[in-house]
């Protein structure tokens, strides 16, 4: 499995609005068929450039599950976030490759 991380760090005079539009943008891309599940997570960091900083986790099928995403879905999915928030929020893509999982269970 692939994991398709998205970091972004916002302008603080967006992070209201774009809270909701993610929470409306995640399901747009569940809704592909290319990934089984999303986090949505915040990054417990104070960066230099101030702001803050999230992280969106997508857990993608296969590899060719997020090579048909980034065909056929990601430009357009990304074109309203950069139409909405461009020069306010950067964000950087990254795709981990899962080795192993481990849990422990508690009784």
């Known amino acids: 499995m692939i994991i398709y991380n998205v970091t972004v760090n916002l302008d603080e005079s967006i992070h209201e609005d774009w809270l909701i539009w993610i929470k409306e943008h995640i399901?747009?891309?569940?809704?592909?068929?290319?990934?089984?599940?999303?986090?949505?997570?915040?990054?417990?960091?104070?960066?230099?450039?101030?702001?803050?900083?999230?992280?969106?986790?997508?857990?993608?099928?296969?590899?060719?599950?997020?090579?048909?995403?980034?065909?056929?879905?990601?430009?357009?999915?990304?074109?309203?976030?950069?139409k909405r928030f461009a020069d306010k929020m950067l964000a950087f893509r990254t795709e981990l490759e899962i080795i192993d999982e481990f849990s422990v269970s508690f009784k």
């Open 27 to 82: 399901p747009m891309v569940l809704s592909t068929g290319n990934f089984t599940e999303a986090k949505l997570t915040r990054v417990l960091v104070e960066e230099d450039m101030g702001g803050f900083t999230y992280s969106i986790q997508y857990r993608a099928k296969s590899r060719n599950h997020l090579e048909d995403y980034y065909t056929n879905h990601a430009d357009a999915l990304r074109q309203d976030g950069l």
